[in-house]
């Protein structure tokens, strides 16, 4: 087992979009999600009514879509940015 990575901590490539929002890749997915939250905080981006759902700006809804999204959902659709 040693040597081995797990799916957390293998690099990956991101898209375009993803890298407007959290920088140049390759990054791990870990890196990614927290970079990714770094964002939401810094931006205020969480609904402050519930936590748990992000309100998109046009740079992150080019990600993870335009509408309320649930964070549990969120990392479903940022994978779709990552190869």
């Known amino acids: 087992m040693a040597g081995k990575t797990n799916a957390l ?8 979009e993803l890298e407007a ?3 140049k890749g390759p ?8 970079k990714i939250w770094e964002y ?3 931006k205020d981006l ?4 519930d936590k748990r759902q992000i309100n998109p700006d046009d740079k992150l809804s080019a990600v993870i879509g335009k509408d309320q999204i649930s964070m549990f959902k969120m990392t ?3 994978s779709k940015h990552l190869t």
């Open 21 to 23: 929002v959290i920088g």
């Open 40 to 42: 939401i905080k810094g």
């Open 46 to 49: 969480q609904d402050s009514k």
């Open 9 to 16: 901590q293998k690099p990956v490539q991101l898209s375009g």
């Open 27 to 34: 990054m791990t997915r870990a890196q990614v999600t927290s």
């Open 76 to 78: 479903a659709a940022v």
